[in-house]
């Protein structure tokens, strides 16, 4: 499995509040990971940085190799930080209500596991075409699921950064959790809102299609969103399966 990715403060913002890593574990499956953090000063920051190094610590300390194995763990896993965060919110004034989105891909053998909370994403590319793997929870994808406003709309929605389920705020760690099996011509890209807010899907296909190493092509794309604005923190995260060997880029 080759993988890459590359985090940018955007033009915007003073702090970058996302995170992400990849961790493997002592079988060998890789767990992917981006997130978006949001609330207080600093609280953004610590959320998500919360859940990616505990949920890829605790991940490389297991020998798991089978999905239904790592279904159970992910479940489980998601649950107990989102308790984390929460009683590290509770116990410090400045962090109080803070939390993250999160996406995640868990890849076992020939297949993958993948898992969101809130509007960060999967997609998957694959022979020309591009397909978004995973659900966003926010305000702006319910009123455009019920027909309440059109995807022109959507875009430019003054409540487009109102997220309906995060980790670390709620007592529940509600995620979408789905299984996928891995094409040999597939590439996976996870990714926070900072960039699919600035470059279009026809963007990210002409990216991922075109020439270059995985390093290059995270540049490219965090380079695209930063000219159409950079109006938020931007981390793409991607991932091949190849014959060759594990390669990483921050």
Not at 12 to 22: H, T, W
Not at 98 to 120: E, K, P, W
Not at 131 to 159: M, W, Y
């Amino acid at each position: 499995m080759e993988y890459a990715y590359q985090s940018d403060v955007g033009r915007r913002r003073e702090d970058n509040q996302d995170f992400a890593g990849v961790f493997k574990n002592e079988a060998g499956a890789l767990f992917a990971v981006v997130a978006d953090g949001m609330g207080g000063h600093q609280g953004g920051d610590v959320a998500s940085e919360m859940a990616v190094s505990h949920l890829g610590h605790d991940f490389s300390q297991t020998d798991m190799h089978t999905v239904e194995d790592a279904v159970k763990w992910l479940i489980y896993d998601l649950q107990r930080e989102n308790d984390k965060i929460l009683a590290v919110s509770d116990h410090y004034a400045d962090l109080r209500g803070m939390g993250t989105t999160f996406v995640a891909v868990l890849v076992v053998g020939h297949q993958y596991i993948v898992a969101n909370i809130g509007d960060s994403r999967c997609y998957r590319f694959s022979h020309g075409e591009l397909e978004q793997l995973t659900e966003d929870h926010s305000l702006v994808n319910e009123l455009l699921k019920h027909g309440e406003i059109s995807p022109e709309e959507a875009k430019h929605h003054p409540q487009k950064n109102v997220i309906t389920r995060t980790l670390g705020v709620s007592s529940d760690a509600d995620a979408d959790v789905t299984v996928f099996d891995f094409g040999p011509d597939d590439t996976l890209l996870l990714c926070s809102d900072g960039l699919t807010n600035m470059v279009s899907d026809d963007e990210l296909k002409e990216a991922l299609g075109g020439p270059g190493t995985l390093d290059d092509k995270c540049a490219q794309l965090i380079g695209w969103a930063n000219d159409a604005g950079g109006l938020d923190n931007i981390t793409v995260l991607l991932m091949q399966r190849t014959g060759g060997a594990h390669h990483d880029g921050e």
